[in-house]
């Protein structure tokens, strides 16, 4: 009785209570601290990218959060995500429920004393007998070998799992990067319509101080004017936008401050595009949801196997041994060993069988439709990346030249004082609708490749390029 109580007491669950608020506020006194220890490195085949040392990302700056430095770059920005993503921290702890189904999978059934005591009254006298037995059932070699080959298959079904978000958190963060980018370059162009417009007021202003013009010119300038500031507030609210959702997929929390990327958005040099066949190869032999696909196939395929070892007949230690004592009998002792035959008679398991067969044909279907959409998504892509790249060079090869030329046709203008106003203002705006054409030309590129590497499931291009902007 002893021995059960202490048992019980050790096996207790104490809960751990959560606190909605106390979560918030440590949250607010520790933006961006590093995860714990056994979050924060990712498995050797994902290993942060370089760049993240303790004194970028690894260690927490003085106010506790990340030092993220006076720049970011695209690769750092991947490591980050990595390391901090609280979404993808989370998803990496599914790792230890598949982990304790394994050891659930191969652990042997337990064995069970039974004691019994008995007491025989007579006339003069009176008899004590007692009878301890102990009965288990041994595993059966087919079902025991079955879950724990399914178990291990779950296990690395979830590893996949996890690979894949790493993926796809890698793409997502790229692709935020490259947005990001391409805000920039857009406030870029339009500061010089800006500047441009306040030439062209100042120029203007004088011009109507020395009687050159009418006050209508210099409405017509200023309204001009206070039309591009308020459409460059814009882009720069959506580039405020596009840092928080970069932000908020590295996962570190208020930076206190605003988010600068490196570099420029580039398109990829010209360089032989791979075939249909050869990024089908490298899909089948990278992506991660395929691996855990395949995975998924072996745990069905093992659970099938268990269930049908399971319709056999087994045995049981029903005593194994079994020792009695009875002073009422001349034998007072006897020693028993007693073995149960289990007949899968009233249940030949005919319903789990069905089950798991049914289970592994979804599987294998899975598989197949996956490569299948697999094979749609790289050719989607390629012809995506085919056109948005000709569009590009149809864009540089027609806008290019003319814009250089406004902006010499412009300076000379401004220096003669021949202000052509309604057509100088259009011609303005048309200028830079046509260099955020091409912005959103390098952009709309970058995201097709982005798209072929998220389904291929490697990366197929360096990690940076640069080339010269129009």
């Known amino acids: 009785m002893v021995a059960a109580v202490v048992v019980n007491g050790l096996a207790c669950y104490h809960p751990q209570t959560l606190d909605p608020r106390a979560v918030l506020e440590d ?16 498995p050797s085949s994902r290993a942060p990218g370089p760049g993240l040392d303790r004194a970028e990302g690894g260690s927490s700056s003085q106010r506790g959060g990340p030092v993220l430095g006076p720049s970011l770059s ?13 979404d993808l921290r989370t998803f990496r702890l599914t790792r230890g429920i598949a982990a304790g189904q394994v050891i659930t999978a191969g652990a042997l059934a337990n064995p069970e004393i039974r004691a019994e005591l ?17 009965t288990w059932e041994p595993p059966r070699p087919g079902v025991r070998a079955g879950r724990r080959a399914a178990a291990n298959a779950h296990l690395d079904e979830v590893e996949q799992q996890v690979s894949e978000r790493e993926w796809m958190l890698a793409c997502d ?3 935020a990067y490259a947005t990001l980018q391409a805000h920039d370059e857009e406030i870029r162009v339009a500061q010089d319509t800006v500047a441009n417009r306040r030439r062209l007021a100042d120029a203007v202003g004088r011009r109507v101080a020395q009687g ?23 882009r720069r609210l959506g580039r405020t936008l596009a ?21 420029s958005l580039n398109e990829p040099p010209e360089h032989p595009q791979p075939s249909q066949q050869e990024l089908e190869d490298r899909a089948l032999a990278n992506r991660p949801a ?15 196997r268990a269930e049908t070892a399971a319709r056999w007949p087994w045995i049981r230690f029903s005593a194994a041994p079994r020792i009695r004592r009875n002073e009422f009998f001349g034998a007072t002792t006897d020693l028993v060993l007693g073995l149960d035959l289990i007949l899968p008679i009233l249940d030949t398991n005919r319903g789990h069988v069905e089950s798991a067969t049914s289970a592994r044909d979804v ?36 806008i290019a030249p003319l814009l250089a030329e406004h902006d010499r046709v412009l300076e000379a203008a401004l220096r003669a004082m021949e202000l052509d106003l309604p057509s100088l203002i259009a011609s303005e705006n048309l200028v830079l609708a046509s260099r955020i054409e091409l912005v959103n030309a390098r952009l709309e590129l970058r995201k097709a490749w982005l798209a072929l590497e998220r389904t291929v499931g490697t990366r197929l291009l360096p990690p940076a390029q640069k080339s010269q902007q129009p």
């Open 212 to 234: 050159g013009t009418t006050r209508f010119d210099l409405d017509l300038v200023r309204l001009s004017l206070a039309s591009a500031e308020h459409a460059d507030s814009e």
């Open 243 to 263: 840092a928080h959702s970069l932000l908020r997929l590295l996962g570190v929390g208020a930076p206190g401050g605003d988010i600068t990327v490196t570099g």
């Open 363 to 398: 599987a294998r279907a899975d598989i197949t439709a996956t490569i299948e959409g697999l094979r749609v998504d790289i050719g989607r892509s390629l012809a995506t990346i085919t056109a948005e790249a000709a569009m590009l060079r149809q864009l540089q090869a027609e």
């Open 118 to 134: 008995t007491h025989i009254q007579e006339l003069d006298s009176s008899k004590l007998g007692w009878d301890i037995r102990l």
């Open 290 to 304: 395929l691996a855990a696909t395949r995975a998924r196939h072996r745990a069905s395929e093992e659970t099938l």
């Open 74 to 86: 695209e690769e750092r920005s991947v490591a980050l995500a990595l390391l901090w993503n609280r």
């Open 27 to 42: 949250l607010r006194r520790s933006d961006g601290s590093p995860p714990p220890a056994e979050l924060a490195s990712p």
């Open 173 to 175: 963060v790229r692709l």
